[in-house]
């Protein structure tokens, strides 16, 4: 939880507007070139340049209200049952002395609006584009859906009526999640087929360096291309096909922290790795075992689903999905 408190439809509408506009302007290619040489880039795209500071302003519009908002009623002695994530930001002590810098050690307006900003995308974007990409291979591969569909029913039963089940709130649980190793495998090839980003935020090298042949400068700055990765053909047979029984193997055990080895890294690895890979890989599993257990996945009249790629923050769909769906239960 980000803010701690929940808003009517026309803050949230207005919050996810905003938030869409900023990923749509930093997702783009031009973009890149202002982040990697921003003198050069402020010169050549000054009118992109001028359009991110106006989303920055409209961000920070809508954002710094509700941060203070929380942050006044937790100094006056609010208790909230929740601790959400702008009270550790305004908890937060700078390294260094109070005195360096104007906001005596604690972080500015912008800068928690940049974090509580980077929170929310890194929280929902990435997710939302991997669950899209997950079910598009389902409905384009029937008979997946159907294993996956027999294993879910092999470990919680058939689903309940409508009016039971969604309408009562009955769903698959996290404890149910743990006994699905199909499951686990299409969301992993979910992950290795369509990685929500095929680049990582780009690292320094410390010193110079050579690997298989190439030296690398002290200084020098390097990406990964994870998107490439879980494309090679010297690491993945038919790296092209959606074939989530490749992550049976070893009943079913995996590495994809690069701990072990990485043959794939959707999420980063070491260190760095992304703070938040449980919590995504048990929201896509949540997700997908649920619409999959209550739902039978079909192409809709007139369409097909298309895997093309398009490039906005995330990879995301050229075309999106469309879909008829049907109850399992008669």
């Given at each position: 939880?980000?803010?701690?408190?929940?808003?009517?439809?026309?803050?949230?509408?207005?919050?996810?507007?905003?938030?869409?506009?900023?990923?749509?302007?930093?997702?783009?290619?031009?973009?890149?070139?202002?982040?990697?040489?921003?003198?050069?880039?402020?010169?050549?795209?000054?009118?992109?340049?001028?359009?991110?500071?106006?989303?920055r302003d409209s961000k920070e519009r809508v954002m710094v209200p509700i941060i203070k908002s929380r942050i006044e009623a937790t100094s006056a002695g609010v208790d909230y049952e929740v601790v959400a994530y702008v009270d550790?930001?305004?908890?937060?002590?700078?390294?260094?002395?109070?005195?360096?810098?104007?906001?005596?050690?604690?972080?500015?307006?912008?800068?928690?609006?940049?974090?509580?900003?980077?929170?929310?995308?890194?929280?929902?974007?990435?997710?939302?584009?991997?669950?899209?990409?997950?079910?598009?291979?389902?409905?384009?591969?029937?008979?997946?859906?159907?294993?996956?569909?027999?294993?879910?029913?092999?470990?919680?039963?058939?689903?309940?009526?409508?009016?039971?089940?969604?309408?009562?709130?009955?769903?698959?649980?996290?404890?149910?999640?743990?006994?699905?190793?199909?499951?686990?495998?299409?969301?992993?090839?979910?992950?290795?087929?369509?990685?929500?980003?095929?680049?990582?935020?780009?690292?320094?090298?410390?010193?110079?360096?050579?690997?298989?042949?190439?030296?690398?400068?002290?200084?020098?700055?390097?990406?990964?291309?994870?998107?490439?990765?879980?494309?090679?053909?010297?690491?993945?047979?038919?790296?092209?096909?959606?074939?989530?029984?490749?992550?049976?193997?070893?009943?079913?055990?995996?590495?994809?922290?690069?701990?072990k080895g990485i043959k794939m890294m959707p999420f980063g690895a070491g260190r760095r790795i992304c703070p938040g890979s449980d919590l995504a890989l048990l929201h896509l599993e949540y997700f997908v075992a649920n619409l999959?257990?209550?739902?039978?996945?079909?192409?809709?009249?007139?369409?097909?689903?298309?895997?093309?790629?398009?490039?906005?923050?995330?990879?995301?769909?050229?075309?999106?999905?469309?879909?008829?769906?049907?109850?399992?239960?008669?």
């Open positions: 939880m980000c803010f701690g408190e929940k808003f009517d439809d026309d803050r949230i509408d207005e919050i996810a507007k905003v938030q869409r506009e900023m990923m749509t302007v930093v997702g783009s290619g031009r973009f890149v070139m202002l982040s990697m040489f921003p003198r050069l880039g402020k010169m050549l795209f000054s009118n992109m340049w001028k359009r991110f500071e106006k989303l550790t930001l305004a908890n937060l002590q700078l390294p260094g002395n109070e005195g360096d810098n104007e906001n005596g050690g604690r972080l500015s307006d912008r800068e928690m609006v940049s974090l509580c900003s980077e929170f929310l995308t890194g929280g929902t974007d990435t997710t939302a584009s991997v669950l899209q990409w997950i079910m598009a291979n389902l409905v384009k591969h029937p008979h997946i859906q159907r294993m996956l569909y027999e294993e879910i029913v092999a470990v919680v039963g058939p689903p309940p009526s409508p009016k039971k089940g969604v309408e009562g709130g009955l769903v698959i649980k996290e404890e149910d999640l743990k006994k699905m190793s199909y499951l686990k495998a299409v969301v992993l090839e979910g992950l290795r087929r369509h990685p929500p980003a095929h680049f990582l935020l780009s690292h320094k090298v410390t010193k110079e360096v050579e690997v298989e042949g190439y030296m690398f400068p002290k200084g020098a700055a390097i990406n990964f291309m994870v998107g490439e990765m879980g494309l090679d053909p010297e690491v993945w047979d038919e790296p092209m096909e959606f074939k989530p029984e490749r992550f049976l193997v070893n009943e079913g055990v995996f590495d994809i922290t690069g701990s999959v257990w209550y739902f039978d996945w079909s192409v809709a009249d007139g369409s097909e689903v298309d895997l093309s790629e398009k490039n906005e923050f995330t990879i995301v769909m050229k075309n999106p999905l469309r879909v008829q769906i049907s109850s399992r239960v008669e």
